[in-house]
Nanobody, 124 residues
């Protein structure tokens, strides 16, 4: 069973960057697609980005394309979300998720495994 643990959130000014990390102590980590979701205050949870099991394929929400980059290092059971050119509307709790499916499919389902979330706040 995968138990994601996120880190790296914080407060940043608009235009700045943050890198989120997520680790999971699971020896079959590389059999899971991984994705980041986020939920802003008063809004529904939304898909942000996903990466395939081998790290070769990625999928992004239109709102973050060209600004965010997801990657993974299976040797260390870690997935990253590099966030650049941050906007106030990126303010949310960001969740790391995992499931045994494809990167593209992660945007269409509610993944099975979720972390506790990490807060990202972008000031204008």
């Amino acid at each position: 069973q995968v138990q994601p643990v996120e880190s790296g959130g914080g407060l940043v000014q608009a235009g700045g960057s943050l890198r989120l990390s997520c680790t999971a102590s699971e020896r079959t980590f590389n059999t899971y697609a991984l994705a980041w979701f986020r939920q802003a205050p008063g809004k529904e949870r939304e898909f942000v980005a996903a990466v395939s099991r081998n790290g070769l394929f990625t999928h992004y929400a239109d709102s973050v394309k060209g600004r965010f980059a997801i990657s993974r290092v299976n040797a260390t059971n870690t997935v990253y979300l590099q966030m650049n050119s941050l906007k106030p509307e990126d303010t949310a709790v960001y969740y790391c998720t995992a499931d045994r499916t494809t990167a593209q499919e992660m945007s269409k389902i509610v993944p099975t495994y979720w972390g506790q979330g990490t807060q990202v706040a972008v000031s204008s």
